[in-house]
């Protein structure tokens, strides 16, 4: 039995820009996604991505909206990832665990090599924005 994970995430829209970060660490080191992390136990899926947001990015976000929910089978586990359209309220970003990060339009989409379970958010954000 896999395990299974749930996690959050941020699409991050500032000025018809989307956020992408570069993950610094770990099995998927190098691989492009959209910030964020775990829910924790008795979390509310906002807290925890305000949370996450916060210590990864050091900016306070607004979430304006739920925009798609992720099921990925990756070799070791099972990861359920709900996204929300965010902007940033207050603070300047800093990457804390992130190698790098990038602000993509909406045709750059595409340039990145994104993660597996973040590829099918970047398709829908093409095709919805």
């Known amino acids: 039995m896999k395990k299974e994970i749930d996690v959050v995430a941020a699409i991050i829209v500032k000025d018809q820009y989307i956020l992408a970060t570069q993950r610094g660490y770990g099995d998927f080191k190098g691989g492009w996604e959209f910030p964020g992390g775990k829910v924790e136990v008795n979390e509310s899926k906002e807290h925890a991505l305000e949370r996450e947001i916060a210590e990864e990015l050091k900016v306070k976000i607004r979430i304006d909206s739920f925009f798609m929910h992720v099921d990925h ?16 309220e207050e603070g300047k970003i800093v990457l804390v665990e992130h190698e790098n ?3 993509l339009s909406i045709d750059q989409l595409d340039t990145v090599d994104w993660l597996p379970a973040d590829v099918a958010v970047a398709k829908k954000l093409k095709q919805q924005l």
């Open 101 to 103: 990060a990038k602000w």
């Open 73 to 88: 089978e990756y070799p070791d586990f099972i990861l359920h990832m709900d996204c929300f359209l965010c902007s940033i």
